[in-house]
């Protein structure tokens, strides 16, 4: 008797599964079809939401623009609007998907600590490049000496994590904006004038006199040279191969390496036309007369 009942609920529990499957492939082409029309109204969500987000992007930058904002300034909050405005996209598109809004915004609030914990320097990064935009301690176009690496460049941008610096040679440098709310920051863009200070070695045999009207000459002939600020040629140091001299003026901080190159140049043929020579690192050996007999004896 009980094998019966047995074999009853085996047979019943088949012809169960059995009509599962038949009422699941009978309504498989209606789910299949009701899939595909919201991951096709996904794409067509997702393609809009990124021309909004594009178009949304470009009136912010145009009104921040108008309103005389810095240039890092808008860089700063366009990456930030795309960065929230693309999060916000996303979870759209996961709700047509049937996730709930609540439970989403819950599970979000406690992921983020636990986020935000695991990208700490990611976090610090952000509130150095606020720190950044409300002290303004540089701005996109300034020339800058940054962190204790020594790294220089002309700063390009100014983004959401990173600030980004040409090198004269023409590399790229990255910088945390951490980092950068951290460490001594050199501006050399910050003022209007760069002090220009150049040093050149004579023979202590050479006048220093005539040396020194050869060199204010130099100075007086350069265009870029600032003729309303001092033009010196100071005495800096009695090196071991020759006097050193401090050529000094002030130049506009635009043309701060190209006077620098000038003038380093017209330098030697200054001190060449004046018959004034360059020493070069030299050494005088004075061998005493009894330790030359010595070596003579042996």
Known sequence: MEGQIKEIGEIASEEIQVGAIEAYIQKFPENALRFGVKVAMA????????????????IVRRSLKKGNADVGVVQFLDSLIKVLMYIVLLFMIATEFGLDATGAAALLGSAGVAIGLAV???LSNFAGGVLILLLKPFRVGDYIKADNDGHEGTVTEIQLFYTKMATPDNHVVIIPNGTLANSCIINMSALEERKVDILVSISYDADIQAAREALLRVLEDEPMVRKDRERRVLVQSLADSGVQLCVRCWAANADYWESRWRITEQIKYALDNAGIAIPYPQMDVHIDGNVQDVSKKN
């Open 43 to 58: 794409f067509i969500v997702f393609v809009i939401g990124v021309q909004v987000i594009r178009m949304v992007r470009r």
């Open 120 to 122: 700490q320097g990611s």
